[in-house]
């Protein structure tokens, strides 16, 4: 079966500060995409940061980057200087190669002024 | 651009009535694809069309059905509503025929089943 696991349903932290969010997958496929999407209270989900599976470099995005290791099938964001407008639900996502995304449950991220 | 709209963005339907919801997609976008939003079961995937062609289903019962229009627009419809479907369902675009995942979603359509 190819899953999303998220395993920080909650998380908060000082504005200014650096979070680091966790994702972990299972799949068997080689060629895949994977995201963060972050949703904020009441507004509409929106794309953070992208990662292509064949690509060994981490994407980065401004105050946001991924670590990304796929021998372990793990996927994490990396928020740094962390800012109010960052309070969000966070879920982690991929293709796994097909014509729709897989999400993990969510991490709620909250941060503190 | 306009973003990805959803109509109506609040219903409130009783069991046993049915439902369709509207999603126009960003212009120029030919996929759109229907998520439920859920606190239990997360977000989960309805089904997905291109150029007005069903190109994926998830694991829903046949209550839950869509379309896609030459225009790119789609409507979902759920017959015969339980308790279970009030939900947030979600709409969401892209550009491509191939997915890359990088979705356009609308704010959703928030649908309580009484």
């Known amino acids: 079966a190819q899953t999303v696991t998220q395993s920080q349903p909650e998380m908060s932290v000082q504005e200014a500060e650096t979070v680091t969010l966790s994702c972990t997958y299972d799949t068997s496929e080689n060629n895949y995409y994977l995201f963060w999407y972050k949703q904020p209270p009441s507004r509409q989900m929106i794309l953070v940061i992208r990662q292509e599976a064949y690509k060994q470099q981490n994407a980065t995005e401004n105050r946001f980057s991924v670590n990304f290791q796929k021998a372990a099938k793990s996927f994490s964001l990396k928020i740094s200087d962390s800012q109010l407008g960052d309070t969000a639900m966070y879920f982690c996502a991929s293709t796994f190669g097909n014509e729709k995304l897989t999400f993990g449950t969510g991490t709620r991220l909250t941060i503190i002024p | 651009k306009a973003g990805v709209t959803q109509t109506p963005r609040y219903l409130i339907k009783t069991r046993g009535q049915q439902v369709t919801l509207s999603c126009s997609p960003i212009s120029g976008h030919r996929s759109v694809s229907w998520y439920q939003q859920t606190p239990g079961q997360g977000l989960q995937f309805l089904f997905e069309?291109?150029?007005?062609?069903?190109?994926n289903k998830g694991n829903f019962p046949g209550r839950f059905s869509g379309r896609q229009f030459s225009n790119s627009r789609s409507e979902m419809n759920v017959s015969t509503l339980e308790l279970g479907d009030s939900a947030l369902y979600l709409c969401?675009?892209?550009?491509?025929?191939?997915?890359?995942?990088?979705?356009?979603f609308g704010e959703g359509s928030r649908l309580t089943v009484l």
């Open positions: 969401a675009s892209q550009e491509g025929g191939l997915n890359t995942g990088e979705l356009f």
């Open positions: 069309y291109f150029s007005e062609t069903q190109r």
